[in-house]
């Protein structure tokens, strides 16, 4: 590590890397400071039962594979990575014992959801086909540019036609919730369900009025979701070595204290050890908006408004995730199959949930601070990647809904609740798949809403997409309008983590859309093509 360097980006998941890898190809001299032992931040796949048993903590669905630009710009799978896509992709299985399955194959997927509903499997079909002629629209307007503020969007969607040729993609959509497009275009109570499940998995909650508008895109992919092979980490380790074989330097275990001032001016970065690092250009945060500007600026580096801004504004997310990690000595076998067959090689399954009113409920509860009754989803990742656990046996996941705060104790409450939570997740993975008896569960570990914040300290309140995703935090006015296109009120310091738009999950879109202004900032040649 030198003492100076043209940007500095404070952070190494996987937007620091991105955008670290972009400007080392342009040319300049870039450093990607990372304060754990690893890059990656939520690409962490690790051991946390049983040796050989890999664990993706976090990030465990990766669904932009091959539509962000950045997996083709810097050619993430020519450096190792390999991805699976399942042929079952998902599926739901309801309490009477019937299932719906998502399958690769569309007409496969219009077969299940017709034994519920004709007429539902057929508008499926529509609703699916037009997201999928817009995605380039849906792409390029909502993802990966700077983004535009709601009005631009409704003149966009009108510049392209939608209105007229739409029978989905309308501008009222950003004033509906996903409950009421799904009661407007479907019939059945189990396919809602499935439907507004698979939004809430992608953070959009169904009864969060205005996240309509982005809808239609998530059902455009809700068959494009892919499995990293040997554990989501090995997209971390490819950008890594994209960064350093173009010339950028990554260094771990190196926690920044300051961001350093001069003039109005970010012009480098003071580490926790006292070492300062200069940046000639640019510093580049891709951290929470709290850690970024009230601990590591000093407070005459932005005016008295705007750090109350921070303090009051930044909005997160009402629930977040609890986690059960398992491994296995054997694959679930589920009752529903003699229903559906295909419900036993389905990557995640949804567990429980047979209305949008069943939805509605548990999200009460959890604004409440309670814990629901556990309906979560389970992923086997074996099904499809026999490397992420020893032979004849596989590594499962769930994942539940949950509040970061509970109403008795606080967030302090997982310390003794998280076990016991853990427990009835898994009992109720049991109801559905009974072969799952504790001679065949050899080792669980939880991770609970706090465990989140503790590991990854830019996730506050366990905050896994780094802000609230609703109409008021989305586009140009996320997370604050004087943030909201990647430059901020310091001259020279840039956002560009999942704070930003388009928000958190692997879609590279914050780094990448950063990359765009701070290049036109810079002075940098695109050496890439702008989607």
Not at 82 to 100: F, K, N
Not at 143 to 160: G, I, N, R
Not at 196 to 221: E, M, Q, R, S, W
Request: charged share 20%.
């Amino acid at each position: 590590m030198r003492d100076t360097y043209d940007v500095v980006i404070i952070g190494a998941g996987h937007n620091g890397l991105t955008l670290g890898s972009y400007l080392a190809r342009a040319g300049l001299e870039v450093l990607v400071l990372e304060r754990r032992h690893e890059e990656g931040g939520g690409l962490c796949t690790e051991e946390v039962t049983l040796p050989g048993f890999l664990h993706n903590i976090h990030a465990n669905y990766h669904t932009f594979v091959d539509l962000a630009p950045p997996v083709t710009d810097l050619d993430v799978r020519g450096h190792g990575v390999e991805y699976v896509r399942p042929d079952v992709q998902m599926a739901s299985i309801y309490p009477d014992g019937t299932a719906l399955t998502i399958h690769s194959d569309l007409d496969k997927t219009q077969a299940s959801i017709a034994r519920f509903s004709e007429r539902d499997a057929d508008t499926f079909g529509r609703l699916h086909s037009e997201a999928h002629g817009y995605i380039d629209l849906l792409l390029g307007t909502l993802m990966y540019q700077p983004p535009m503020s709601v009005k631009e969007l409704t003149k966009a969607l009108a510049a392209f036609g939608v209105e007229d040729r739409s029978e989905f993609l309308s501008v009222k959509l950003r004033r509906e919730t996903i409950n009421q497009f799904l009661d407007q275009h479907f019939e059945n109570d189990k396919v809602k369900a499935h439907l507004a499940f698979h939004g809430a998995v992608c953070a959009y909650t169904n009864d969060v009025a205005g996240l309509a508008i982005g809808y239609p895109l998530l059902i455009g992919k809700i068959d494009n979701w892919h499995l990293c092979v040997g554990g989501s980490h090995r997209l971390a380790h490819a950008l890594w070595r994209d960064l350093a074989q173009n010339g950028g330097t990554l260094v771990t275990c190196a926690e920044v204290d300051r961001i350093l001032v001069d003039g109005g001016r970010a012009v480098g970065v003071r580490l926790g050890d006292g070492t300062e690092i200069a940046a000639r250009r640019a510093v580049a945060s891709t951290v929470s908006v709290e850690q970024t500007f009230l601990e590591f600026l000093d407070s005459s580096a932005t005016s008295e408004e705007f750090a109350h801004k921070v303090k009051t504004d930044v909005v997160h997310k009402d629930w977040t995730l609890f986690s059960v990690h398992l491994a296995l000595s054997e694959l679930p076998e589920y009752d529903a199959a003699e229903f559906d067959p295909d419900v036993n090689r389905a990557w995640v399954v949804n567990l429980g949930h047979d209305s949008l009113e069943s939805l509605n409920a548990d999200w009460a509860t959890i604004r409440a601070g309670g814990l629901p009754e556990p309906k979560p989803n389970a992923a086997v990742n074996s099904l499809y990647d026999p490397t992420d656990a020893p032979d004849g046996c596989a590594t499962g996941l769930l994942r539940q809904f949950a509040p970061f705060a509970l109403a008795d104790g606080g967030e302090g409450a997982w310390e003794r609740a998280g076990r016991w939570y853990g427990q009835h997740c898994l009992d109720a993975w049991r109801r559905y798949a009974p072969n799952l008896s504790d001679d065949k569960v050899l080792d669980w570990a939880v991770d609970t809403p706090l465990d989140i914040t503790r590991k990854l300290v830019n996730m506050p309140h366990g905050d896994w997409m780094m802000g609230e995703v609703s109409l008021a935090n989305m586009l140009d006015t996320r997370p604050l309008p004087e943030l909201g296109q990647y430059r901020t009120p310091v001259e020279g310091l840039y956002m560009a983590g999942s704070t930003q738009h388009p928000h958190g999950y692997i879609t590279f879109g914050p780094a990448y859309n950063a990359l765009q202004v701070m290049a036109d900032d810079l002075g940098v040649e695109k050496w890439w093509r702008e989607i």
